[in-house]
């Protein structure tokens, strides 16, 4: 019965309380337990360094395209040297909205209600590249968002299982000494001590990498709407 071996391991691990010790006494249950939280933590601290990297890189570049942009240089050569294959969302959405406008121009579809059109089609085009390109940044954001609501309850969890285990450890040693009853206390402890050093850094980062996000977000949409504005302008020249 996992009662009965947890407390032969209590009685073999009674004096070492370190670390890997309390890991080694535990029952099977809360080693489980812990092996989820250690794994949750680690995994949340790869997404976080990944996505901070990430945000930096982005907003560098979105800056470096921004003065490329507002250069007065000619959208066309600015189109032609960002290519087909653009490096991050800002020039992602201006390759979309670019290539919707040549393809609306090269038909001559700029007079009257086709302008009206094509100015509709641009803001679609350019919507549909920064949903596309915010789903990509969000990835993982949902992880972050669950390990910090679910892993102090599954810490709560071990911690239950381990006091469990060390009522049934008095029980059926028939003995309260602190030489009994600490390895179950401590490891019940230790669960829920990884349950929050998995919640709080996955927490933190969930915050400040939506915020981040969503900062990011808004430089993308006000790029978008002054792009869109200035092809409406140049299709009134045409008319």
Known sequence: MPFLESADLAGSFAGDLSIWGLFLQADIVVQVVMILLIAASFWCW?????????????????????????????????????????EDPMSAIFVAAMREWRRSTERGALGGDSRLTLT?????????????????????MTFLASVGSTAPFIGLFGTVWGIMNSFQAIALTKN??????????????????LGLIAAIPAVIGYNKLNNDISRYAARLES?????????????????
């Open 176 to 193: 309260t000494s602190l030489a009994v009853v600490a390895p179950g206390i401590a490891e019940a402890l230790f669960a829920t001590a």
């Open 120 to 140: 509709g089609r641009i803001d679609r085009v350019m919507e549909i590249a920064l949903a596309r390109e915010l789903h990509h940044l969000e990835r993982y």
């Open 46 to 86: 790869a997404v976080i360094f990944e996505k901070v990297l990430r945000m930096r890189r982005l907003e560098r570049q979105a800056s470096e395209f921004e003065d490329r942009f507002w250069s007065g240089g000619s959208l066309d050569d600015l189109y032609e040297r960002v290519g087909q294959r653009p």
């Open 223 to 239: 790029f978008s709407g002054e792009f869109s504005a200035i092809l409406s302008r140049q299709a009134d020249a045409k008319d």
